[in-house]
């Protein structure tokens, strides 16, 4: 009988591993031209040739041609004959156009002023405090405030992950909403209202309040999301301070990558504004990464490090958030994973 021949399963060097960790930035950088360069979006009718791309972007063919190249070893793109670049579906979640589109998240996250302070993680390392802080002499949201063109950009890239994660948040809120307790739902720092937007738009008798900074809310009472037909008459903006105070009168205060932001006193701080400022019977709605012990990989620990570098926040394991909220008044009461990296953690006051 012949006998079957056995794959033997090639594995790369401790050495070549590490140097793909090391060069990882490479990598980045080129995602982060093709973004800039909206090659995605240029390529979305079908191939073209690098020369074409030069001309529609005022590029230099040859160069384009060699990013283009190692962007497709890497399936981004798929080079076809005649030298011309074709979108994969991993190319596509770079166009700019598409719902769940991840170009805003890239040009956020490898752009300036993120990468400059990403080149500071020493300092991090080393001292323990803020290396954006330090760049820029004042925190991330200040600095958003003040350079409006980086403030878009920031609400792309929320944007960006939403379109994605929004989606599988809503399926677990589905799982804790009961329509005849909650009537008025807070979105606490809801950006341009992406969440808020598919929550009233899932459940007809809602109504939404958004919250978020004067600047930022400005933005959203422009925006698409919550100036949509059926779900505008249901929704009202506020803008304010979170840790003065927000809004009164909700049944349930969602937050949203927000306590993920903050250092422990901050978020006891607004935690404890939330419980002031509910009705009877309201809980708090935290959509953030729940940290896996040990050393599981989890995109949570990578998203660890860019709290690390930009603001004085930090991804939390389930014991941390229940600190948290006990010190806030109020009671871990479930936590429900969804299949993006965003958990729903789900508190009630301590006295209920
Ligand atoms: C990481 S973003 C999350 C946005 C949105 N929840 C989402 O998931 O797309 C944090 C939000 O908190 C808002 N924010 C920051 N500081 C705030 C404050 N002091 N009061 C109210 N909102 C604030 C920001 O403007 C921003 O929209």
Redesign the pocket.
Known sequence: MPTKKRKIKSKASPQAEMRSLIAGYWVSRLIYVAARLNLADLLKDGPRTADDLAARTGGNGPALYRMLRTLSSYGVFTETPGRRFKLTALGSTLRSDTPASMHGFALFLIGSPVWNAWEDLEFAARTGQLPFDRLYGKPF?GYLNEHPENLKIFGEA?TSL?GTENPEFVAAFQKVYEPGRVRTLI?V???FG??LALILKKNARLKGVL???PA?IERARQDRHLTAAGIAGRCSFVE????ESVPRGGDAYVM???LH?WDDEHCVKLLRNCRQAMNAGGRILVADSVLPPAEKPDWGKLLDIQMMVVVPGKERTREEFAALFKRAGLRLTRIIPTRCPLSLIEAVDARA
């Open positions: 949201y929320m939403s979105d720092g809801g950006g992406s969440l919250f978020d900074l930022v304010g301070d979170m840790f949203k990558y927000i932001n």
